[in-house]
């Protein structure tokens, strides 16, 4: 099995960026689909985005969309989650979540294994 190590969050002011590491600690992501979610003070958990196994697919949320880029590095070991222009709203815990299946999959449901989450906070 895979375990997923996120690392990478911190604070950062309206409009900046940060980047997110998901690393793989005891296999490659070679065969795993790789998602974020995030999980902000007092609201439900959320699909942020997601990279399917092969590496060529991608899907976003919609809040994130055109903000946000996720790849994986040559080895497989390693996903980034690319965060641009953030927003106070992207203010939360960000959690990196791995299964093994060949599709886009936003419902959290549907991954096996969790990172210990990285927290994110953004100023204005």
């Known amino acids: 099995q895979v375990q997923p190590v996120e690392s990478g969050g911190g604070s950062v002011q309206v409009g900046g960026s940060l980047r997110l590491s998901c690393a793989a600690s005891?296999?490659?992501?070679?065969?795993?689909?790789v998602a974020w979610f995030r999980r902000a003070p007092g609201k439900d958990r959320e699909f942020v985005a997601t990279?399917?196994?092969?590496?060529?697919?991608?899907s976003f949320a919609d809040t994130v969309k055109g903000r946000f880029s996720i790849s994986k590095n040559y080895a497989k070991t390693t996903v980034y989650l690319q965060m641009n222009s953030l927003k106070p709203e992207d203010t939360a815990t960000y959690f990196c979540a791995v299964a093994q299946f060949r599709g886009l999959e936003t419902d959290p449901s549907k991954y096996e294994y969790w990172g210990q989450g990285t927290q994110v906070t953004v100023s204005s």
């Open positions: 990279l399917s196994w092969t590496g060529d697919r991608t």
């Open positions: 005891g296999r490659s992501f070679n065969t795993y689909a």
